[in-house]
């Protein structure tokens, strides 16, 4: 099993810190979850069905016109690749690690390849993989290309994946309202109702394709894939404008506030408005050093090491509170001090 963020047991069973002690960076959740509702009487009695209301609610937000409701976008990841014969798959990099992973589980043959790469190694692939906005890095391609790529694939029986996790502060980029044309029949689009609206335990995602493939994922991972709780609060929380709307505007204001943040310590960053990404390039070989010195002083971040095709740096999470914010700006401006 891979390693990812949002460990932060492990922080303390390496540290010895109280786990109330600790600000957790290490995720690009929403640290301002959604309030979740009170749930109707019998949610844990029922089994669950997956509502017309949900789904209803799921294409008004994602603009998209077939969608199937699965455990967390995850939950689609392990599955995609289990859906197709032997594929010579070409996954961006840096990237979401669990992509390039499950299609190698399932038999594939995977290579990687920096976003400046992908449009030469479209000629050589079945399924292409990318992040769109990238993470850790906050990269992502202009749209009107993209698609040209799902259609050359498509003609050829191929699949373009493209997930969109984090997504929802960049709305003008999403792909999900074009899976209904022909020519993008092979055009696939995850999305994360969890870091948006910071309900990771929910367990909850989309995704949006050509029916015919929806069908064929929603028979491979079976009846119940989506608790009755988890419906309730989604369809709730994919229903608020309100709250949506002065989300997106709460996190711009913080996803600056974090970059600004990172450059007045001579850190340059890219990210989304989630999260920020400083490279080990920019860090200069600090990058374990830096990544240490935060968690001594009980600031969990997401450290990615060193490896062929994978990123090196560290991705910086928002903070949930402004004690949280003055913690990491102190501890930022005496590694700082100190270099």
């Known amino acids: 099993m891979l390693e990812h963020g949002g460990n932060l047991r492990d922080a303390v069973a390496r540290y010895g810190r109280p786990l109330a002690d600790w600000v957790d960076l290490s995720t690009g959740i929403n640290p301002d979850f959604y309030p979740v509702p009170a749930l109707s009487s019998n949610a844990w009695h029922r089994l669950p069905e997956i509502s017309d209301a949900l789904n209803a609610a799921a294409s008004a937000y994602y603009q998209a016109p077939a969608l199937l409701a699965v455990a967390g976008s995850q939950a689609a990841i392990q599955a995609l690749p289990r859906l197709r014969a032997a594929s010579r798959v070409v996954v961006s990099a840096p990237s979401y690690a669990e992509h390039a992973h499950q299609w190698r589980q399932a038999g594939h043959q995977v290579s990687e390849c920096p976003f400046s790469e992908l449009a030469q190694q479209l000629a050589e692939c079945d399924?292409?993989?990318?992040?769109?906005?990238?993470?850790?890095?906050?990269?992502?391609?202009?749209?009107?290309?993209?698609?040209?790529?799902?259609?050359?694939?498509?003609?050829?029986?191929?699949?373009?994946?493209?997930?969109?996790?984090?997504?929802?502060?960049?709305?003008?980029?999403?792909?999900?309202?074009?899976?209904?044309?022909?020519?993008?029949?092979?055009?696939?689009?995850?999305?994360?109702?969890?870091?948006?609206?910071?309900?990771?335990?929910?367990?909850?995602?989309?995704?949006?394709?050509?029916?015919?493939?929806?069908?064929?994922?929603?028979?491979?991972l079976g009846p119940w894939a989506v608790s009755g709780p988890a419906q309730e609060v989604a369809l709730r929380a994919l229903s608020d404008l309100d709250w949506q709307q002065q989300t997106r505007a709460r996190l711009q204001l913080q996803g600056q506030r974090l970059r600004e943040l990172l450059q007045a310590q001579r850190l340059p960053s890219s990210g989304t408005d989630l999260f920020q990404w400083v490279s080990a390039q920019d860090l200069q070989g600090q990058t374990e050093t830096l990544w240490e010195w935060l968690a001594q002083r009980g600031i969990w971040t997401r450290y990615f090491a060193p490896g062929p095709q994978r990123p090196h740096g560290i991705r910086f999470g928002l903070p949930a509170s402004e004690a949280a914010w003055q913690r990491l700006e102190l501890a930022l401006q005496e590694w700082t001090k100190q270099g």
Not at 151 to 168: K, N, P, S, T
Not at 175 to 193: C, D, F, K, M, P
């Open 127 to 220: 399924v292409m993989v990318i992040c769109q906005p990238n993470n850790p890095t906050g990269a992502w391609i202009a749209p009107a290309e993209l698609l040209q790529w799902a259609q050359r694939l498509h003609q050829r029986g191929g699949w373009l994946i493209v997930d969109e996790a984090f997504g929802d502060t960049l709305p003008e980029i999403s792909l999900a309202a074009h899976t209904e044309h022909a020519q993008h029949a092979g055009l696939i689009v995850l999305r994360s109702v969890g870091k948006f609206f910071g309900l990771a335990g929910l367990r909850l995602g989309f995704v949006a394709a050509a029916p015919e493939l929806l069908t064929r994922l929603a028979d491979w």
